[in-house]
């Protein structure tokens, strides 16, 4: 039985959104705040949570942002809930590393499918692809959970992992947004360019971090994106 870790300040919401998930078989822990999020995160390790941005002590997007910080964490799924729903804000939460993000008002029923879909797509990317993947500098072991470059470890969001590894299974074909947005999502009818985009930007620069020299995903104008010689 997974286990969510559902943090929102409004004692109704977490009500909601508890007993959603419990009828859907999951079991659930929660905070009120952000500092109480971290705390439970440490005590509890679920394996997803669904995060609210504006909250008091620390709001959401530092709570996502300092469990990204930690390597161990990047593989948690993160699905932000919140009020603010203009295209800038999704952007930035999924920038500092969110999976998901859905707008108050919401469906309990879209929330438990989104969460249902997360936890899948985790599994699958870990199963689907047993074999280590390389292509130049870059290798993926989809089994494991892990990704390389040129032998230095990235830490990848499930997102992300789930992005690199379908460009890495056809290195040097264009892999057009949609096909992303299909494998990385499985309800991709929620995610937008500007999504991918996003997701694709944090790749980039965590290859950077790594030693790429800025191209080891290069962008197929009006079309998509692909892997380049990652040599």
């Known amino acids: 039985m997974a286990k969510i870790l559902v943090v929102d300040d409004d004692a109704n919401i977490r009500e909601v959104v ?41 709001d959401g997007t530092e709570v996502c942002r300092r469990l990204r910080a930690d390597p161990r964490n990047a593989a948690v799924p993160i699905i932000f809930l919140s009020s603010k729903d203009d295209e ?6 999924l920038e ?7 707008a108050k008002p919401f469906s309990p029923r879209e929330l438990v499918a989104r969460v249902r879909a997360r936890l899948r797509a985790l599994q699958a ?22 990704a390389w ?20 299974a056809r ?14 999502y499985e ?24 030693g790429d020299s800025g191209d080891a995903i290069e962008t197929v104008h009006g079309i998509g994106y692909k892997l380049g010689p990652c040599t």
Request: glycine residues 6%.
């Open 18 to 58: 508890c007993f959603a998930l419990h009828k859907a078989g999951y079991s659930t822990c929660v905070a009120d705040n952000g500092e109480q999020a971290l705390q439970r995160f440490a005590s509890e390790a679920p394996d997803l949570l669904v995060l609210d941005i504006l909250m008091p002590e620390l």
């Open 149 to 168: 470059w040129d032998r230095q470890a990235l830490e990848l969001t499930p997102t992300e992992f789930g992005i690199l590894r379908t460009l890495l």
């Open 125 to 146: 990317g870990n199963a689907a692809l047993p074999q280590r993947l390389q292509h130049g500098r870059l290798a993926l072991d989809p089994e494991r959970y892990q």
């Open 171 to 184: 290195p040097g074909k264009v892999c057009t947004r949609d096909h992303l947005m299909n494998e990385a």
């Open 88 to 93: 800038i804000d999704r952007v930035v939460g």
């Open 187 to 210: 309800l991709n009818r929620i995610v937008s360019d500007r999504t991918i985009d996003s997701h694709l930007r944090r790749v980039r620069a965590k290859l950077v971090d790594a």
């Open 96 to 102: 500092l590393g969110g999976d998901d993000y859905l």
